[in-house]
């Protein structure tokens, strides 16, 4: 590991205490200070696939790489500790290029307390490539994983649904600490972030879980960015957050609206087996669209 | 984060029960038992730059993506405890290539028993990008930095160096348990895998310790590949160790030879200032050769 030029925009600006590292240092080392769950989650940005660098140049493309790595360790429950960050720059492109996409990635860990600890720079003739990983610690009841959903319990989501192509999917805001004050109020039954589209992702729960779920229609909270409900079903990157709850603490979540600055909306619930949409009183089963991952 | 196709292989044998995480959750969940330093490091590697992926193939490619993550833990003196892997598969690849990917990746982690306990694959036109993160945890006195030599410290090597463009760079083992076997018997002041080329990682450290050494031509052990001291001396990736340890403690480890399967050789001294090559008798500036980072 090394950070070269990137380690000296590092050293500008001071860093989370907790994070021990020499700037030259083979590993960083992370004081971890009481036994707890470490959580660990990796993802991969490369221009022309998840971004057009070009149309939406380096700030935006390293804010994001660091936002979808927060986003899992959101959909876990758990509390970010440091992140590590590998990249492959162009040769076409020229300081500043490494310059913005450090200070994007910058901008976003550090709204989170996440220190960027470590990291390899790498020079190639090919397009950028960014590889982010984010340790998180688990806190209160422990991580929130996608099995534990149970026929009965509520599902909820964090926000409106659909068009994140528009500009969600580069500019949202992981919902780190919404993810906190829920884990802290209620027992979250299971949680994932919507990557792949509300659809799929409520599938994963209920694959892991045993389960099945009835979504309603009428209940999905539409984006303004869309106002369609084909595309809150199947969008992908929306990072809103999908969890099971019991109903008392569903309805209590509805009623309180507890988490400042969202509102929570009940979209449907858990059932023995299935995956159904619910519109206009008629149930009918759904194949989920939306993202398929590659090979 | 997700694993795909690559999960699935993973599912095919059983792993380390340290690693709790469901296949589809957004981040693995590690157990971290007790307080201790948790090590971080990052590599990522290109097809043409690091590798050509024509000439050697997935399964050295995983080997290697794997080999140069754990070196930067042995490098540390830590043990290895799990792996994330985020992939760029270039399209134009079939199903073979991410599995002997995987299994290169798969031997090598097995090796140390570090669990890959998930990871990010993706699809792409273009050529294969590989980025590893290895997490460790620190063991005994804690984990070795790179400051911490002194002056009159002995610098020592765990085998010989040079032309490792040859093979070795593709096919070394990581000093992980030799690591652990030096950090168990002596206390290591400083060390570091040997990535960038002897002369300028040994500079690493000096730089770090703020202090200088004499490297003594006639003791550096030289490879079979090269038996060349100027590549002994600037070639990089020999992913051999090179440590500092009080006078004692290297006249000890030259006597019993302690670490089953190499040879430690002693082949300098720390002093208060310079870089310096004692050949001959005599002593001259050296100036650090090897891989100097891009960008």
């Known amino acids: 590991m090394e950070f070269a030029y990137i380690d000296w925009l590092r050293r500008q600006t001071p860093m989370n205490p907790r994070a021990l590292v020499g700037p030259g240092d083979d590993a960083a080392v992370l004081d971890w200070p009481a036994p707890s769950s470490c959580l660990v989650t990796t993802d991969m940005l490369m221009d022309d696939v998840d971004f057009r660098l070009d149309e939406v140049g380096p700030h935006r493309v390293g804010r994001k790489?660091?936002?979808?790595?927060?986003?899992?360790?959101?959909?876990?429950?758990?509390?970010?500790?440091?992140?590590?960050?590998?990249?492959?720059?162009?040769?076409?492109?020229?300081?500043?290029?490494?310059?913005?996409?450090?200070?994007?990635?910058?901008?976003?860990?550090?709204?989170?307390?996440?220190?960027?600890?470590?990291?390899d720079t790498n020079?190639?003739?090919?397009?950028?490539?960014?590889?982010?990983?984010?340790?998180?610690?688990?806190?209160?009841?422990?991580?929130?994983?996608?099995r534990g959903a149970k026929p009965g319990d509520w599902l909820l989501v964090t926000g409106p649904l659909g068009g994140s192509i528009r500009g969600k999917h580069l500019d949202f805001t992981?919902?780190?600490r919404e993810a906190l004050r829920l884990h802290d109020l209620v027992e979250l039954h299971a949680m994932i972030d919507i990557s792949d589209g509300l659809a799929a992702d409520v599938g994963h729960i209920c694959a892991e879980s045993g389960c099945g779920v009835v979504l309603r229609a009428e209940d999905i909270p539409l984006s303004n960015d869309s106002r369609d409900l084909?595309?809150?079903?199947?969008?992908?990157?929306?990072?809103?957050?999908?969890?099971?709850?019991?109903?008392?603490?569903?309805?209590?979540?509805?009623?309180?609206?507890?988490?400042?600055?969202?509102?929570?909306?009940?979209?449907?619930?858990?059932?023995?087996d299935g995956i159904w949409l619910e519109q206009a009183s008629e149930r009918r089963p759904m194949q989920p669209k939306g993202w398929v991952h590659e090979l």
């Open 123 to 146: 020079g190639w003739n090919g397009p950028l490539v960014i590889s982010a990983t984010v340790l998180g610690e688990a806190v209160g009841r422990g991580p929130v994983l996608r």
């Open 230 to 272: 084909e595309q809150a079903l199947s969008d992908g990157e929306d990072f809103e957050l999908a969890f099971a709850v019991s109903p008392a603490d569903g309805q209590m979540l509805l009623n309180k609206q507890p988490v400042l600055g969202i509102t929570l909306s009940a979209i449907g619930e858990f059932v023995a």
């Open 174 to 176: 992981p919902r780190v």
């Open 65 to 119: 790489a660091m936002a979808v790595n927060l986003s899992d360790i959101a959909a876990m429950a758990g509390r970010p500790v440091a992140a590590v960050v590998a990249v492959a720059l162009p040769r076409t492109g020229n300081t500043s290029l490494a310059e913005e996409l450090y200070r994007g990635m910058r901008e976003m860990a550090d709204a989170f307390d996440t220190p960027i600890v470590g990291g």
